[in-house]
């Protein structure tokens, strides 16, 4: 069984910077892809995503230049560097991971149960 567990939201003026973790249990390290989304599970809004043990990387059109995402694949852990936030970036971030290695943002099939980033200005 796939759990995630993510961590790391908080309350952050703009501008500020947050860090989200993510350690996956009963999953194979780094294998297939493993992303973070905002809003819901059952509505998912990508915001990165990383594939085949960090080899090929993929971001939204606003993450792009302000986040990074990165995995340890002894520890299980993905991770997201969120610099520079802004107030739009306000949202529940989850974690998710697919076994497949198709860089597509469809086919998630495990999720974590979020974390709240709330950037005020």
């Known amino acids: 069984q796939v759990q995630l567990a993510e961590s790391g939201g908080g309350s952050v003026p703009a501008g500020g910077s947050l860090r989200l973790s993510c350690v996956a249990s009963g999953y194979g390290g780094g294998r297939g892809c493993g992303g973070w989304f905002r809003r819901s599970p059952k509505n998912p809004v990508p915001v990165a995503m990383i594939?085949?043990?960090?080899?090929?990387?993929l971001y939204s059109d606003s993450a792009m230049g302000r986040f990074t995402i990165s995995q340890d694949i002894d520890k299980k852990t993905i991770f997201l560097q969120m610099n520079d936030l802004k107030p739009d970036d306000t949202d529940m971030y989850y974690c998710?991971?697919?076994?497949?290695?198709?860089?597509?943002?469809?086919?998630?099939?495990?999720w974590g149960q979020g974390t709240q980033v709330t950037v005020f200005s």
């Open positions: 998710a991971r697919k076994l497949g290695a198709v860089a597509t943002w469809d086919d998630f099939g495990y």
């Open positions: 594939c085949i043990a960090g080899y090929y990387t």
